[in-house]
């Protein structure tokens, strides 16, 4: 399911008899603003409402935080009415522009339409509509599936009736063809009073009223007016009134959903019910990856990029790839290395940004620059590509927030779809950095011919498993953390791994320093005994990433030597292994297992039991993880 991009909510009211609003019927505007507020942490690209009035649709909408869209409303308000819809924006399909935010209105002004989710096969849907002499005026994937609902509706008998049937019968049909993960949520001004939404992999809550019902992508959307609630299924379409809720499957039988009661505070809602964003992103991370993996191919099955200003000629004669990022960025950086090395046979650098732009770097036009940044404003990275760029360099940007400055001044962008990420120390990001870098490697791969088709398949289809396994990792987490209460007082811990299993232990390692204020240091589990071996005496608590023992070359022997070494001199060791890997028992305190994947695909597993560590840790010695002290989330300073 894609949770956490976007923020919608919807309302259908009573509209009192003498035309002013009463505790049963809110004006419409009053709970979307409201909603959408609480939402806000889903995403703040861009905001807009949309009401129904007066035979057709009024609608304000502003790219930037919601305050930019209050701002708007008071200058233009929007007239009084029970029914409408909101929407806060994490930009995936098209820039955060005022043009691309929701609500997308067609159907010559009569039809509002909002969205959260991506859909896949919106390219040959859109074609087929152009086709049609239908025009767009955005580049959203969603003002897609608006027309297409548009198209259907006016395809179908007029009814007559205003209760919404022939809109909620569009809307099953246009659910039928859309692919990927939606939910979407239409008004129509020949139906006042009716909103109509369908979810696919995406989340929806109906809000039980009296006398309104309402909508949202989570509780919080509607919890300062009801606790009632209603899960819907996969596949199901529901239409609100005020005073009825009907749901469907998308062929339109009758659905059930499940009623309950909202027992957490509208804080807790906001965190999924959560204690911390930092627990709600770590556990976010199974559709951080999927959604960074969905729609990236084309109709032949070929891996595209979001924005490419680059020739593939020219992609074609690079013969170096510098990685530049900060932090955790730069630690998903140096795991792509390893990938991209291997599938493309390119030589490839990661490098600290603030430390490549001072160094006189070798930089011409055969290098390309790959920046990866989670808030594309960071300033050190900010600097080093332009650096790169004035030396003719050619530079893509992976990044996770849509048209912030890296990306807009790179020549390239994927974006990473992770949704926002509020706690300051990076988790779900650095997952779906690693899989966006995996999928650039695949994609030059492709394009120099590097790999057969049938090989970047099968990647691909081992990286469609790896969230259903990280999901596996989150149900497991019980053991982990009682280990990490047990050692709040710890004063030094050590992260020990070889090839992509080195940066899993510097990243865990970061977690810790950043959220639990402990000395932690990451090693190359090889480099040991050159140094880092002296710093091990009785107690001393490592944990050692150790690869798959399957597979020919294994580093799997070499690893378990080390865990020995450091055990002989008396450190407590804590293991992450492959599940079945039973050698490891012997010399481990503490193991945790994790499932089979392959060697190169195996930090989007192994990092994770390491940030419920540092999470955890932290949390027992009273810290608040979302916002670790000296810290801030985007460093635009250097
Ligand atoms: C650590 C963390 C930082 C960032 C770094 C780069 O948890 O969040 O190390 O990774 O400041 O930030 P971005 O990715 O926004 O460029």
């Known amino acids: 399911m894609i949770g956490f991009m976007c923020g919608i909510v919807g309302y259908a009211g009573t509209a009192p008899a003498n035309g002013t609003s009463t505790p049963a019927g809110h004006q419409a505007l009053d709970v979307l603003m409201e909603g959408l507020r609480r939402l806000e942490y889903r995403g703040y690209d861009s905001a807009g409402v949309a009401v129904v009035a007066e035979g057709g649709i009024a609608m304000r909408k502003k790219a930037g935080k919601l305050a930019n869209l209050t701002a708007e409303l008071a200058q233009r308000p929007l ?47 859109k074609a087929e509509l152009l086709q ?58 020949d139906h006042p009073g009716t909103v109509v939404a369908s979810r696919r992999n995406s989340p929806l809550v ?65 965190k999924d019910g959560f204690p911390s964003f930092m627990e709600k992103e770590i556990h976010d991370q199974p559709e951080a990856v999927a959604a960074t993996l969905l729609g990236r191919s084309d109709l032949e099955g070929k891996l595209t990029l979001d924005e490419m200003r680059i020739d593939a000629d020219v992609l074609k004669t690079i013969n170096k790839i510098i990685v530049l990022a900060c932090g955790t960025s730069a630690y998903a950086g140096q795991v792509a290395k390893y990938a991209i090395e291997h599938w493309c046979r390119i030589p490839t650098e990661v490098e600290l940004s603030h430390e490549f732009r001072y160094r006189d770097p070798i930089v011409d036009d055969k290098t390309l620059i790959v920046s990866l940044s989670q808030s594309g404003e960071t300033m050190d990275t900010l600097m080093a590509v332009r650096y790169a760029r004035e030396q003719g360099a050619k530079t893509i940007a992976i990044c996770n927030t849509n048209g912030s400055t890296i990306p807009r001044e790179s020549d ?19 997952l779906a950095q690693i899989t ?36 596996q990792v989150l149900a497991n987490d019980g053991q982990i953390k009682e280990l990490a209460r047990s050692m709040a007082d710890t004063r030094s811990v050590l992260f020990l ?15 810790l320093k950043e959220l639990a204020y402990i000395h932690a240091e990451g090693f190359a589990a090889g480099e040991l005994k050159h140094g880092p071996i002296a710093l091990i005496e009785e107690g001393q608590p490592v944990i050692v990433v ?11 022997a070499k690893v378990v030597s080390n865990i020995q070494e450091v055990r002989a001199r008396g450190a407590k060791t804590i293991v992450i292994a492959e599940e079945g890997d039973e050698s490891v028992r012997a010399h481990a305190e503490h193991v945790f297992y994790i499932p089979e994947t392959t060697a190169l695909l195996a930090p989007l597993l192994t990092t994770v039991p390491l940030q419920i560590f540092a999470c955890e840790l932290a949390t027992a010695k009273g810290y608040d993880v979302d916002q670790p002290r000296n810290l801030a989330k985007s460093v635009t300073v250097e």
């Open 497 to 511: 791994g070889r090839h992509v299993g080195f940066p899993v232990a510097m990243e865990g390692a970061l977690k």
């Open 132 to 189: 049609q002499d239908h025009t767009f005026v955005s580049d959203t994937d969603t003002e897609v599936a608006a027309v297409l609902l548009g198209d259907i509706y006016r395809s179908l008998p007029d009814d007559g009736s205003a209760d919404g049937a022939r809109l909620t019968r569009a809307m099953q049909l246009a659910a039928q063809r859309l692919e990927g993960a939606f939910t979407l949520l239409a008004a129509h001004a």
């Open 436 to 471: 966006a870098a995996y999928l650039l490697g695949l994609y030059l791969a492709q394009l120099r011919g590097n790999l057969f088709q049938g090989q970047i398949k099968d990647v691909l289809a081992d990286l469609a498993k790896v969230p259903a396994k990280i999901a």
């Open 412 to 430: 390239a962008v994927l974006y990473t779809h992770a949704g926002p990420e509020i706690a300051v120390a990076s988790t779900k990001a650095f």
């Open 79 to 125: 007239p009084d009415s029970m029914t409408g819809i909101g929407h806060t924006r994490w930009a995936t399909h098209g820039g955060p522009t005022d043009k691309n935010a929701h609500p997308h209105v067609v159907d010559g002004g009569k039809l509002a339409v909002i969205h959260n989710g991506i859909i896949e096969n919106y390219a040959p849907l």
């Open 546 to 556: 150790v690869p798959s023992p399957r597979g020919r070359d294994s580093l799997h």
């Open 206 to 270: 109906v809000g039980l009223g009296d006398g309104e019902n309402f909508l949202g992508s989570d509780v919080s959307g509607f919890i300062d007016y009801t606790r009632r609630a209603v899960e819907l299924g996969q596949d199901q379409v529901v239409t609100i009134t005020a005073d009825t809720v009907a749901i469907t499957d998308f062929f339109g039988a009758p659905a059930e959903g499940k009623e309950y009661l909202v027992d957490w505070d509208a804080a807790a809602a906001e």
